[in-house]
């Protein structure tokens, strides 16, 4: 007998059966989708940003020369050699059931054809306000109870999105349109800005941090996500977000009832928030960084070698200033490598 499974997250009664779920809806993550005529769900390409490293993720049929730009040529065989690992973090196994996941399915198919529609100046989305609404929460609740992200939810506000999915998703969306309107729908409300057609040409973050919580805020690519699980917060100062917070206040609040409008920013624009954001990040990992070198040194430190601490401002040193592709600069891997080839040119 095959081992027993965990319960659906969602509906919490059928078996959680279904393995390769998208955490994140593809048209969302994608960068390049270019490909004449060709439509797939493995052609994500951008960095994946946690808290302490910035971790390269592309799909499996991602063109080489693209990688290329993106990742240079050195890491490019590497990668490719252990790319599974690098979608893992988008796609998992055993939270839903089949059920579940075709209510979501049926949820993302007619939301991504409203999001290909957008201009360039602050539009109003066509969806449906309650599809709309449920289509942005099902995001933020996939990426809370998937452990591959370090983004959680606290226990109280992912119930309520639980309770609110599992009552209102169906796979006859008609269906979940002749439901009357619950407290809890009505007490969630979100903001979406968007630079649109940015991931056309440029490469684009993923960021889920539990740091970003008040509101829960989630860079997807091109879409800047705040969500605000009580009416009361959505009128309270926002936290920073990478620069994000300049154009939140101009970002209508949407909802069930309200509908659904984004805030357009431009490439100029997005450009800011991604400097900012690596700027941020990098200084998170400089100290971070510190601690990954104590160890080192004290690695070798047992093996009689001396990482002096003008090789330790060397190592920084190149690390700051490293020119590397966007998908691997100031990366914990890059500093690694950085610090080996130190030690192999300094103590011998
Ligand atoms: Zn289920």
């Known amino acids: 007998m095959a081992d027993s499974l965990p319960k659906c997250r969602l509906c919490k009664v059928n078996d959680a059966d279904q393995t390769g779920s998208h955490i994140v809806p ?15 769900r493995d052609k994500e390409l951008g960095a994946k940003i946690t808290a302490d490293d910035t971790v390269p993720y592309f799909g499996k049929s991602i063109l080489p020369e693209k990688l290329e730009e993106f990742l240079g040529n050195e890491k490019l065989e590497e990668l490719l050699d252990s790319q599974q690992g690098y979608q893992s973090d988008f796609i998992v196994d055993h939270i839903l059931c089949s059920d579940c996941e075709k209510k979501l399915a049926a949820l993302e198919s007619y939301y991504s054809k409203i999001h290909a529609n957008h201009e360039n100046q602050d539009y109003t989305t066509s969806s449906d306000k309650v599809l709309a609404t449920l289509f942005w929460y099902s995001i933020l609740w996939r990426i809370s109870v998937a452990s591959t992200f370090i983004f959680k939810m606290n226990e109280r506000d992912e119930k309520k999105i639980r ?47 539990p740091l970003h919580n008040r509101p829960y ?132």
């Open 217 to 348: 805020s989630i860079m997807i690519g091109e879409v800047g996500t705040f969500f605000y699980l009580k009416k009361s917060h959505a009128n309270s100062n926002n936290q920073m977000f990478f620069g994000f917070e300049e154009f939140i206040d101009d970002a209508s609040l949407n909802s069930h009832s309200l509908g659904e409008n984004v805030k357009v920013i431009s490439n100029d624009e997005l450009d800011e928030v991604n400097i900012h954001t690596y700027k941020l990040l990098r200084d998170q990992k400089f100290k971070n960084a510190g601690i990954w070198l104590r160890e080192i040194q004290n690695r070798l430190h047992s093996i009689g070698k001396v990482l002096t601490n003008e090789m330790a401002k060397e190592i920084f040193e190149k690390w700051r200033n490293s020119k590397s592709p966007f998908g691997i600069r100031h990366s914990k891997n890059e500093f690694l490598q950085i610090t080996m080839e130190v030690i192999k040119q300094r103590i011998h």
């Open 26 to 40: 593809h048209f969302l993550v994608k960068h390049i989708d270019n490909e004449e005529g060709k439509k797939g």
């Open 163 to 209: 309770r609110i999915l599992n009552n209102y998703l169906e796979i006859d969306l008609s269906t979940t349109l002749q439901k009357p309107i619950d407290s809890d729908l009505d007490s969630i409300h979100y903001r979406l800005i968007r630079c649109p057609e940015y991931s056309d040409d440029n490469p684009v973050n993923f960021v889920a941090s």
